[in-house]
């Protein structure tokens, strides 16, 4: 504001403009200009004249409205005429000609000596009231406006002490930042390791997440309370992030960047001839504390059964494995079919161990091993190749292992028809290894002749029947091994589940009928959801298919599809379930087992996870009851730990010539189950594809 | 928005109209309903029964009104609801109050109110007249006649909406509540309002309470959850004065916080600002506007003096030239909360000691400093020649954490001063 000295005509120009303002009380007055600084300081001293002024229109209004216009006091017009003159000096032309006019109207109306002839008059006083009352109404609110203006004014020429300061604001910095890597904790605060670009300087942007897939953080969108916007990690952690006037902290010599209510970071895409900010390489020893970094670390890692380690010059380091990036390297070490590799890393320090930030290899560049799980995916070629490379003593395994990787696509036809014939040249010993080689067969569409299991499932139905005897040359037959006693029936136990789903896959339900529901009423009548996996799914397979006739006469088409016309309609089981129905019993049984496999809401402990054979009968018993044909290999994931599932078959595939590993049955074995029970659980394309 | 994209339909009808039979409006140029058609016959009778009355009121005067003179303004009322001059009918029915008061009495009765009343009555009524004279529909005099229920027209596109401010209320009415006010991202110009309403007999007089449930029957997120954080509202109906409807297929689903970018438009640093602002407000000629809603930051702060004499409490707030604003707050039992936070904030004095020291308005330390906002969120007016503000949310560049019981945690930018105790508030470490 200026502090013009007022003047006679500032004052005057002032009220001029005011009334101006006023003057279409009843319609928007638009494009009315706002008094200028002169006008200010001219209304610190005319304020008190228009104010009494106003005051003294007020009382006049006020003795209209109580007498009435159609009495008015003898003296109103005298004084109207008074006012209109104060309005003329005070230089408000609508104030005074509203003023004569209405001073005009009620001295007419006091002239009509006919009281019956007043009320016509009056009308006209009354009309002019209303103009007078709504042009004050709107110079008051404008005047009020002009009048803290005008205080302002002078509080700003500094007639007043200052309050007491408000809150004061952090420092601020601007700076260009590489990401190094991410810690993200569960609750979804995340910490972002950056280096300044120009200083070197640690930088840590702290954020938290919503809204992000907890499994999976750098994929999809997260919202960011940083960013202020919904972002993509993964790519942002591939360029550079720009903090312009961002509130900071400093802490042992690192710089934090935290959200801010007026500030917000900006992804920066980098040239491919970028160069990030060198980093320093980090010494690790057992008697030193652990680094603080971030820095490279040059370590090794390497797998034995049951273990990955990572060493720097060997010995160990205190680095943080958790099972995700424990998946990534064992991965890693499975792609390159090697049991040890050295690998870059990006270390910082936390406590009193190292959290893995980054990683790099020369196929991949920079990674983000600790919370990236689609890296270093196996492809499906690479691991036919090197199964078929395998020269195994098990024939049957081999076979196990190349169904379970044809089973996730990308085979040409010959080279399914191809193997299908050799499946079909083998000759298997005893109802595992029929069950194994029928799964096998199903898994790359091979049809399974009734002719070839019927004798062996007679055997064992009549082996399982209540009551039965434990004929020895029955049991070897079973068994697949010469010289069986019956001491060796207890190795029937688990045998249920392969007697079913052969009858089911050679299309044998309604002629073993009889045998079936004998198995069903007896050596499975006690089974419930906290018995072994493979007798629950047999047990739910005959109460699915006993208790209703399979749709179809085959042995693809699932009961499921009796019940419900869209495959996905979830809604449909449950009404089923509700109902009580054999299908509805059925999965009410598979889902207790289920449930008791998951931990509860509250973090309760659940059983024990099934082997993997367990986990791909669970699936395709869940499967074949959701009505999913499965040989199209639509299996219902299963909600189970995907990471110790995941963790199973990284390190089967690790153990068995597909990972460089042992070419014997058993690793072989354990290689296709555990491929198979990751596809069951949803979580193939994560390890191979 | 509903309500422009309808004012947009109706301009667009009134080209239509004009081209169709010139100089007609929008409800010349098409054809009407017999309900319109009606109503605006209704409405022709009912302008020049208003003026009657109200001229013949003016010409007895206050001193020969009578309790018939009530019952009169009460069938006016009546006619005009019958017209749907539903703004007219309401400034009627106050009218009647003002001439009961004068019947009886009542210290409360004052010749302003009443010749402004009337001059409201007169104004609108010549508006609406010339409106209903250019041939426009009841619905495009909407603006000037009011409606008798607020109607909600579906948003066609998610809405994504940052809360700005919240504050509780209690009504003479005995109806407690909580209305919080939201930037709608894309929409800087508007401001838009949730409101969550219950009844004291069942809930208290305490608007505070009302923070943990749900923002609706409808909706399971919690008001303090709508109050802090962004949201996107999908199916949203919004009514023509910027009220968000809670209704029961609303999906409400997290967004991103915008942070200060959601009150640019409503940011002052000056008061001089502020008061263009209210000045652009103020030109509707029947009262609206007289307030804004607006974010501003001050330089400094005063401390809340409280005037027992005249049941308020005020507190100076200046900006950085030194201009001060007054923060007002009535002393009412929902707003104990408020004057609490505020007296935490920026300390207390007695009226009567500033009286006789006026420099202990100005110059004193806060003892809240840590957790002294850097801006305001609220209701700025003018009155009685000095800004006033009445605020709503106090604004943090960093965030504070807010806590409440040992598992509910979080981070916050905003304080709601009248629902949320300063208590539940600290600073978070740097």
Redesign the interface.
């Known amino acids: ?1 200026t502090t013009a000295a007022p003047t006679p005509d500032a004052r005057a120009s002032l009220a001029a403009k005011l009334d101006e303002i006023s003057l279409e ?6 494009g009315a200009e ?1 008094p200028g600084p002169d006008d200010l300081a001219a209304m610190v001293d005319g304020a008190s004249l228009v104010e009494q002024f106003l005051g003294e229109v ?1 009382e006049i ?2 003795q ?8 008015p006091a003898p003296e109103l017009p005298s004084a109207l005429e008074q006012l209109a003159e104060r309005a003329a000096a005070l230089r408000l032309p609508t104030a005074y000609e509203t003023l004569g006019r209405l001073r005009h109207r009620l001295a007419a109306v006091l002239a009509e000596p006919a009281l019956d002839k ?2 016509a008059l ?2 006209d006083a ?1 009309e002019e ?2 103009r007078l ?2 042009w004050m ?2 110079f008051r ?2 005047h ?2 002009v ?3 005008s ?3 002078a ?2 020429r ?1 007639e ?8 004061a ?2 420092p601020a910095r601007s700076m260009s930042v590489w990401p190094l890597g991410i810690d993200l904790a569960p609750g979804g605060k995340l910490l972002i390791f950056c280096r300044d670009t120009e200083s070197d300087a640690v930088a840590v942007l702290v954020d ?1 997440l ?2 992000y897939r907890p499994d999976d953080p750098l994929a999809g969108k997260a ?3 940083l ?4 972002l993509s990690l993964g790519p942002l952690l591939k360029g550079l992030i720009r903090l312009e006037d961002h ?1 900071v ?1 400093e ?1 042992g010599g690192v710089v ?1 960047f ?5 500030a ?1 970071p900006k992804a920066r895409p980098v040239a491919r001839s970028f160069v990030p900010p060198a980093l320093p390489e980090l010494t690790v020893s057992p008697s030193a504390p652990v680094p603080r970094g971030p820095g490279r670390l040059k370590a090794q890692i390497g797998w034995a059964p049951g273990r990955l380690d990572v060493t720097v010059e060997g010995l160990p380091v205190p680095l943080a494995v958790p099972p995700l990036l424990r998946f990534n390297l064992a991965k890693l070490l499975l792609r390159e079919a090697t049991r040890a590799l050295p690998l870059d890393l990006v270390v910082v320090g936390r406590g009193d161990e190292l959290r893995v930030l980054s990683a790099e290899t020369d196929f991949d560049g920079r990674t983000f091993p600790a919370h990236d799980p689609s890296l270093f995916v196996l492809s499906r070629e690479v691991l036919r190749a090197r199964l078929a490379r395998a020269r195994p003593g098990d024939p049957l395994a081999l076979a196990s292992a190349q169904a379970a990787a044809f089973s996730l696509g990308g085979a040409g036809d010959d080279e399914l028809e191809a193997f299908r014939a050799r499946l079909a040249d083998l000759a298997p010993r005893g109802l595992l290894a029929h069950y194994r080689w029928a799964l096998a067969g199903a898994r790359v569409g091979a049809e399974l002749p009734p002719a070839r299991v019927r004798p062996l499932l007679d055997d064992a139905l009549a082996l399982l029947a209540p009551g039965a005897d434990a004929d020895p040359a029955r049991l070897s037959r079973v068994l697949g091994r010469d010289g069986a006693s019956s001491a060796d029936a207890r190795l029937l136990e688990g045998a249920a589940y392969p007697v079913v789903w052969l009858a089911m896959e050679a299309n044998l339900v309604d002629a073993l009928r009889p045998g079936l529901t004998a198995l069903l009423e007896g050596r499975l009548a006690s089974v419930d959801a906290a018995s072994p996996a493979s007798d629950v799914c047999a047990k739910a397979l005959l109460t699915a298919l006993l208790g209703a006739p399979l749709v179809g006469g085959t042995a693809t088409a699932a009961p499921g599809a009796a019940f419900a016309t869209d495959e996905d309609d979830d809604e449909g089981d449950e009404a089923e379930a509700a109902d009580g129905g054999a299908l509805g019993r059925a999965i009410a049984l598979l889902q207790g087992l289920i449930a008791s496999l998951t931990p509860g809401p509250g973090g309760g402990p659940a059983r024990p996870l099934p082997d993997p054979l367990e986990l791909v009968q669970l699936g395709d018993t869940l499967a074949f009851l959701h009505g999913h044909n499965r040989l199209r290999g639509t299996l219902v994931p299963l909600a189970l730990p995907a990471e110790l599932t995941r963790q199973r078959a990284a390190d089967a595939l690790l153990g068995s010539p597909a990972g460089g590993g042992e070419d014997g049955p058993a690793a072989l074995y354990a290689a296709a189950d555990a491929l198979l029970a990751l596809a069951a659980a949803g979580q193939a394309p994560l390890l191979v594809s | 928005m509903a309500a422009n994209e309808g004012g947009e339909a109706g301009e667009g009808e009134a080209e239509a109209g004009e081209g169709a039979e010139a100089g007609g409006g929008a409800g010349a140029g098409k054809a009407l309903g017999k309900r319109d058609r009606d109503k605006l016959e209704r409405m022709a009778e009912a302008f020049d029964k208003i003026d009657r009355l ?3 009121l ?7 009104m009578s309790a018939s003179s009530l019952d009169e303004l009460r069938a006016l009322e009546q006619i005009a609801h019958h017209a749907a001059l539903v703004a007219i009918e309401r400034q009627i029915e106050t009218l009647a109050t003002h001439v009961r008061r004068y019947l009886e009495r009542d210290p409360l009765f004052t ?2 109110d ?3 009343t ?2 409201k009555i ?2 609108l009524g ?2 609406a007249r010339r409106r209903h004279e250019a041939g426009q529909s009841p619905d495009e005099m909407l603006d000037v006649i009011g409606e008798a229920r607020r109607s909600y027209a579906e948003v066609g596109h998610p809405l994504v909406l940052q809360p700005l401010g919240a504050t509780g209320w209690v009504t003479d009415t005995d109806f407690v509540g909580i209305t919080v006010y939201f930037y709608v991202e894309g929409r800087p110009e508007l401001t838009c309002q949730a409101s969550n309403c219950k009844p004291c007999a069942y809930f208290g007089r305490d608007p505070k309470k009302l923070l943990d449930s749900p923002i609706s029957d409808h909706v399971a997120h919690r008001i303090f959850d709508v109050a802090h954080g962004a949201f996107e509202f999908r199916k949203a109906k919004m009514s023509g004065d910027g009220r968000l409807s809670l209704h029961k297929e609303l999906v409400v ?9 959601a009150y640019a438009s409503l940011a002052v640093r000056d ?2 600002a502020l ?2 602002r ?2 652009e407000g ?4 029947v009262g609206r506007g ?1 307030d804004a809603l607006a974010y501003v930051e ?5 401390p809340v003096v409280t005037d027992e004499k005249n049941a308020r409490a005020t507190c ?3 900006d950085a ?4 604003l007054q923060i007002e707050v009535p002393l009412r039992a929902e707003n104990n909360l408020l004057l609490d936070n505020l007296e935490k904030l ?1 300390g207390s004095a007695r009226a009567a000691e500033v009286a006789r020291d006026p ?1 202990r ?6 003892p809240g ?1 840590k957790l ?3 801006a305001l969120f609220g209701r700025a007016s ?2 009685g ?3 006033k503000f009445f605020p709503f949310t106090g ?5 504070l954490v807010y806590a409440k019981g040992r598992t509910q945690q979080r ?1 916050v ?1 905003e304080v709601h001063y009248s629902l949320e105790p300063l208590s539940q508030f600290t600073a ?1 470490e ?1």
Not at chain 1, 25 to 30: F, Q
Not at chain 2, 298 to 302: E, I, S, T, V
Not at chain 2, 321 to 324: E, L
Request: glycine fraction near 8%.
């Open positions: 504001m009380a009843d319609i928007l007055r638009e706002p007020v209004v006020r209209i409205c109580v007498a009435g216009l159609a009495f007043r009320p009056s009308a009354w009231t209303q009352i709504a109404r709107l609110r404008e009020d406006l009048a803290v203006q205080r302002m004014a509080e700003a500094g007043g002490a200052p309050p007491a300061a408000a809150a604001a952090l938290h919503a809204e919202i960011s309370r960013f202020q916007e919904a509130p902290t802490r934090f935290r959200p801010a209510f007026g917000t | 109200l001229l013949r003016a010409q007895q005067g206050l001193q020969r010749i302003a009443y010749a402004g009337v001059n007169w104004l010549r508006a689903s997290k967004a991103p916080y915008l942070g200060a970018k008061w001089a008061v263009d209210l000045r103020e030109l509707h000629p007289d001050p330089a400094g702060y005063g100076e707030v200046a030239r030194g201009a001060t920026f420099k308005a100005r110059a004193f330390s806060p400093k002294a906002p850097n003018v009155s020649g000095r800004l604004l943090y560049q960093q965030p981070r930018n978070a740097s």
